[in-house]
């Protein structure tokens, strides 16, 4: 079983820099593609950065040239660096892996961690 938690969410005033960070644990081979969700109460929750296997980013217009997604594979840990924070930022962020459990397991399964509030405001 492998589990994925958020840490270093927070309140932030507009402007400033917020770092997350996602730890996978558990059963673990290799860690395929991750990425970062966000979601408001009322909306779907949407992509906001993804990291492939081969460390290919891409990023959502509202947060590209903003948010950097970044990962230290050895650790299992997933980044999300925001910086110029937004009120629009504000939202529950979620960490996604598509982790593989043992070596025959190619495609890996899908994980979610319980997410981490940021809340952008002055």
């Known amino acids: 079983q492998v589990q994925l938690a958020e840490s270093g969410g927070g309140l932030v005033q507009p402007g400033e820099s917020l770092k997350l960070s996602c730890t996978a644990s558990g059963t673990i081979f290799s860690t395929n593609s991750m990425a970062w969700y966000r979601q408001v109460p009322g909306k779907e929750r949407e992509l906001v950065a993804h990291?492939?296997?081969?460390?290919?980013?891409t990023y959502a217009d509202a947060v590209n040239g903003r948010f950097t997604i970044s990962r230290d594979i050895a650790n299992y840990k997933t980044f999300l660096q925001m910086n110029s924070l937004k009120p629009e930022d504000t939202a529950v962020y979620y960490c996604?892996?598509?982790?593989?459990?043992?070596?025959?397991?190619?495609?890996?399964?899908?994980?979610w961690g319980q997410g981490t509030q940021v809340i952008v405001s002055s």
């Open positions: 996604w892996g598509k982790i593989s459990a043992t070596w025959s397991d190619i495609l890996g399964d899908e994980y």
């Open positions: 990291i492939s296997g081969s460390d290919t980013t």
